[in-house]
């Protein structure tokens, strides 16, 4: 229990402190008029409060990740608590902060335009096909997971095919209307329904006596059943990806970087709403190390049912909340990835409308881009759901690396502190790498060869920075 109470004071203070100085490494203005003033169209720069704002962004950063993610992470044991605290803290708010308060300062541009300002034409290209792939990729993967959950809470109203529809139809909706028309009115009943089931079951961890795993140095190893296919690095770090950091957050928060009417609300919107989702990662993961009796269980359940974190959910959901209790945390489950599949494809049509150039303001011109991508979603809901996941975890990471490597390349440019960034970028930048080399999805080398390569690429990233860094000093040495 004192492991979970700190963890949670540090994330706590985490925003306050070390978010107060990303605004100011930032140098966020108030008296700044961002694109939702300047730049109003009635369908996507819509200014809207910060509470709202905040509710929006959350929900949608807050997909199955911090939720089955931290479940599965929990297989590892205590060490995903390190992870879950150092990734949120240092990683995933200070990479949403920056993606979102640059699109402030870009007119609202999309992270694929952001990325070619600082990164250049190539890796834009790049980034724009990449980035819309893998956000119809999300938009799929969030039509399957909460089909699957609606099925089962509603076993005798409708077939696996017809939730899929349902949440289709929703999905269709919510990327052609203004955003202020679906998504600013039902976030707020997602919103309750998400904080009920979080807040719920951290207070059934103290009224159940549950047994927390302490975060002690005998507890510092490898809990995994698969401890040699599944080492701690780079495994746990693109399993436990939303609770920590994920790249997809960088295509969200450029949506409500059109709505803020204040850069001083970029902090409590973009760093707070990813420390609120470590929170739940941390409740998730520990409730899941402690609800079995143990992490060695929890490894032996996940067995069983094939790694189905879904079936771990809804056997503690309905056990600690009853059977309304746990229906209420389910639709909060539910919640989580409905309202990023939703922002998924609408920042799908966003990223495609920037590249084109095309205004939003027409229906035709969003139907026009919007119906290739939800043809592609359908078809990839056709393919194993357990392939979809894996390869979504890596290209997610991968492209939070890249985001990485942007803003610490914005950072150098404008002779602010880089290391912030920095360090993350190439401790992701090992990650990525080492997973690709080792992973069955990857090329399948043993670990040894994986961490050596791994490495080497981290070092030529490094290397290039400081080349890159060099130049700059160069030029501003001839400035004077």
Request: proline share 4%.
């Amino acid at each position: 229990m004192i492991t979970l109470i700190v963890a949670v004071l540090i994330l706590i203070s985490g925003y306050v402190f070390y978010g107060h100085y990303m605004e100011r490494i930032f140098g966020a203005d108030p008296q700044r008029a961002t694109p939702a003033m300047t730049m109003p169209d009635g369908v996507d720069y819509i200014p809207m409060s910060w509470p709202k704002i905040f509710l929006i962004q959350f929900l949608n950063i807050a997909g199955l990740g911090p939720i089955f993610g931290a479940v599965a992470g929990a297989m590892w044991g205590p060490v995903a608590y390190i992870w879950i605290i150092i990734g949120s803290v240092f990683g995933g708010a200070v990479h949403d902060y920056f993606s979102g308060m640059l699109s402030i300062q870009h007119k609202g541009f999309s992270i694929t335009e952001i990325v070619g300002i600082y990164m250049g034409n190539g890796v834009k290209q790049f980034m724009r096909g990449f980035t819309v792939f893998l956000m119809v990729l999300v938009g799929a993967v969030f039509v399957i997971g909460p089909a699957k959950i609606l099925s089962g809470l509603f076993p005798h109203f409708g077939t696996m095919t017809f939730w899929i529809t349902v949440v289709f139809i929703y999905y269709i909706l919510a990327t052609l209307l203004p955003i202020d028309k679906i998504i600013g009115r039902i976030y707020p009943i997602f919103g309750f329904a998400l904080f009920f089931m979080a807040i719920s079951l951290f207070i059934s961890l103290f009224i159940n006596g549950l047994e927390i795993p302490e975060l002690t140095p005998q507890n510092l190893r490898n809990f995994h059943s698969g401890g040699e296919k599944f080492p701690v690095f780079p495994m746990l770090f693109i399993t436990i990806a939303c609770g920590a950091i994920s790249g997809f957050h960088a295509t969200q928060s450029p949506m409500m970087a059109r709505c803020l009417t204040n850069e001083m609300h970029g902090r409590r919107v973009f760093y707070g709403a990813m420390i609120t989702e470590g929170l739940v990662a941390m409740i998730w993961a520990t409730i899941s190390m402690s609800f079995f009796g143990g992490v060695g269980e929890l490894n032996t359940i996940m067995n069983a049912h094939q790694g189905n974190a879904a079936w771990v959910v809804n056997e503690i959901s309905n056990t600690l909340l009853g059977k309304f209790g746990g229906f209420l945390a389910l639709l909060g489950v539910v919640a989580a990835p409905i309202t990023s599949g939703d922002t998924a494809f609408r920042s799908a049509r966003l990223i495609v409308a920037d590249f084109l150039k095309l205004r939003q303001s027409p229906i035709l011109n969003r139907l026009l881009i919007s119906i290739p991508l939800f043809a592609a979603g359908y078809l990839i809901t056709k393919l194993n759901f357990d392939i979809i996941w894996r390869y979504f975890a890596w290209s997610n990471q991968t492209l939070a690396t890249i985001v990485l490597w942007t803003i610490t390349v914005y950072l150098a440019t404008r002779r602010k502190n880089f290391w912030v960034t920095l360090i993350p970028a190439l401790f992701m930048t090992s990650v990525v790498t080492t997973y690709l080399l080792f992973s069955p999805e990857g090329f399948s080398l043993n670990k040894q060869t994986s961490y050596f390569i791994g490495f080497l690429a981290t070092l030529l990233a490094g290397l290039l920075f400081w080349y890159f860094s060099q130049q700059l000093n160069k030029h501003k040495n001839r400035d004077y």
